[in-house]
């Protein structure tokens, strides 16, 4: 069965800190990947896809970029996290083949 | 015409009672619709999809209303239980799920 898994599950981080957060998929090849974010009570946002591997797309400017350096991992980085980075962080994927989107548990990110 | 509305913004029922989260789309070429349930600092699961070509799904408790016309779906919990207490999100996309369009979130609480 297919699991996806993304590290660290908290992080609290000064402003102007770099950020690296990693998120892998088993069990599955050549998976869409995603990053989303979600601001406290608010709801999803797209962040960045991926159709594979080296190839990533941003759907909103901003002070973080994706990167997929292997077939199931996909990474979110920044090299000077501001205040506004704080927030619940998701990857997700689909399968070629299905339209349905798994999300893994979260990583959240306190930016001080 | 990306947008997908979702309302109510929080919800409370007591338990035993039906709990209805509506949706409303503008684009449409939206043709994949799912709900997904998210548990506090937990990722959001895929509870239920539904697409055009039927008015109608149900999985146990959970149903999805659809009306082509009115551009409109909704998720009905029947019978619903203080455990379905959660922050529930309507989507929808064209084709495969890469480009879900993500209402705000319904925060549903049940009352014992």
């Known amino acids: 069965s297919q699991t996806i898994h993304q590290w660290p599950a908290t992080l609290v981080q000064p402003v102007g800190s770099p950020l690296s957060l990693e998120c892998t998929v088993e069990g599955t090849s050549n998976p869409n990947l995603y990053w989303y974010r979600q601001a406290a009570g608010r709801g999803l946002q797209l962040l960045f896809y991926s159709v594979g591997i080296g190839q990533i797309s941003s759907e909103v400017p901003q002070n973080l970029s994706a990167s997929r350096p292997q077939d199931r991992q996909f990474i979110l980085s920044s090299k000077k996290l501001l205040l506004s980075d704080s927030g619940f962080y998701l990857c997700?994927?689909?399968?070629?083949?299905?339209?349905?989107?798994?999300f893994g548990e979260g990583s959240r990110l306190t930016v001080l | 015409q990306q947008q997908v509305k979702q309302s109510p913004q929080s919800l409370i029922v007591q338990k035993g009672g039906i709990s209805i989260i509506n949706c409303a789309y503008e684009?449409?070429?939206?043709?994949?619709f799912p709900w997904y349930q998210q548990f506090p600092g937990k990722g959001p699961a895929l509870l239920i999809a539904i697409r055009p070509d039927v008015s109608e799904k149900k999985e146990g408790r959970f149903t999805i209303s659809f009306n082509k016309s009115a551009k409109q779906f909704s998720l009905h919990i029947m019978d619903s239980q203080p455990g379905d207490s959660a922050t529930y999100f309507c989507?929808?996309?064209?084709?495969?799920?890469?480009?879900?369009?993500f209402g705000s979130g319904t925060q549903l609480t049940v009352l014992p």
């Open positions: 997700a994927w689909t399968g070629t083949n299905t339209g349905e989107l798994f």
């Open positions: 684009n449409t070429a939206f043709d994949y």
């Open positions: 989507a929808a996309s064209k084709g495969a799920a890469r480009q879900l369009t």
